[in-house]
């Protein structure tokens, strides 16, 4: 099959993806090549985030090697730039040993920064420190209206509730760069050349089933009693991982600020929309294989190789 390879299994939550990747390891391994397992799902790279990320359990593995799970604590911030470096160099580690790597996940912008040549704008720490200054006094509307007068795109893709953001957009501007803008360059160019984009992809209508039955389910599995524990450990404290989907309504419901029924509720609708934002992200990679759910490995071997 040539030259070690760089996969990228990717695609909406609950596609099958975690199921697909193992099977293509297996599938290579059974061919006399070697295969290791990168995540690329924001949130599965947190401890502890193990129900409401649907991780895959150690003893479902099936003696793969998984790297970048469970690499921080929920109380870090796990910039994007910090992902590639790390996922890069585990990355390159794995073709030296001769195996390919199978980066899988759905966090469309950590997928980016991997397989193509994703550069960052640039960071001036004393800057930031007087934004996040006019954070506190001021608020993220302020910010978003001096945004607007220097990237009125930008601005209007901008959440105002996610207050990193902002600050890091503006951060940008005022240095006289671009914003990505959480977007890919025009013409992306691969990081490694031996790379195969897979897209996995299911029935709209189908997908929602599964989804709404997966949110359910994290329910029944004891997601409250992982956020609790969670609590304890600092959660709260943290820049990111408690605004994840589903974390964020248990600490509303633990907290009393909604039922379950209502966090469940909140947690399906806002697990659909990522979902529609992750196939239109994704459908804009150039070269990209979709595949049916389901597909067996051998089949997408075939097909690549045939």
């Known amino acids: 099959m040539g030259a070690e390879r760089l996969w990228a299994i990717v695609g ?11 099977d293509l390891a297996e599938e290579l391994i059974r061919r006399g090549r ?12 947190y ?19 998984h790297h970048l799970f469970d690499e ?9 730039a910090v992902y590639q470096e790390r996922a890069r160099a585990t990355i390159r580690g794995i073709l030296d040993r001769g195996a390919d790597a199978i980066l899988v996940g759905g966090s469309g912008l950590y997928v980016s920064s991997v397989v193509f040549d994703f550069r960052f704008p640039p960071r001036d720490p004393a800057l930031r420190a007087r934004l996040e200054a006019d954070l506190d006094e001021l608020g993220a509307a302020a910010l978003i209206e001096r945004i607007r007068d220097l990237d009125p795109g930008a ?4 959440d105002p509730r996610n207050s990193r953001r902002v600050v890091r957009a503006l951060e940008v501007l005022l240095q006289g760069a671009d914003t990505h803008g959480a977007a890919l360059p025009e013409a992306p160019v691969l990081w490694h050349p031996a790379t195969e984009l897979v897209g996995v992809h299911l029935d709209r209508a189908e997908l929602v089933e599964r989804l709404d039955e997966r949110v359910r389910g994290m329910w029944r599995d004891g ?5 609790e524990g969670l609590r304890a450990r600092g959660l709260e404290s943290g820049p990111t991982a408690p605004r ?19 966090a469940v509720a909140e947690t399906q609708a806002l697990t659909r929309r990522y979902a529609r934002r992750q196939v239109s992200w994704f459908k804009r990679y150039p070269g990209l294989r979709w595949v049916d759910a389901g597909t067996p490995s051998i089949r997408l071997l075939e097909s690549l190789t045939s």
Do not use: W
């Open 12 to 22: 909406a939550t609950g596609t099958g993806k975690t199921s697909l990747s193992l």
């Open 34 to 45: 070697a295969a290791e397992i990168v995540n690329a799902d924001a949130m599965q790279l």
């Open 47 to 65: 401890r502890g985030m193990d129900i409401g990320t649907a991780k895959i359990p150690l003893a479902e593995r099936r003696g793969i090697p």
């Open 72 to 80: 921080f604590d929920v109380t870090e911030d796990v910039a994007v």
């Open 155 to 158: 601005a209007d893709r901008l």
């Open 223 to 227: 997601l409250l009693a992982e956020v």
């Open 244 to 262: 994840a989907i589903g974390y964020a309504q248990a600490l509303a419901q633990l907290g009393g600020r909604m039922d379950e029924e209502e």
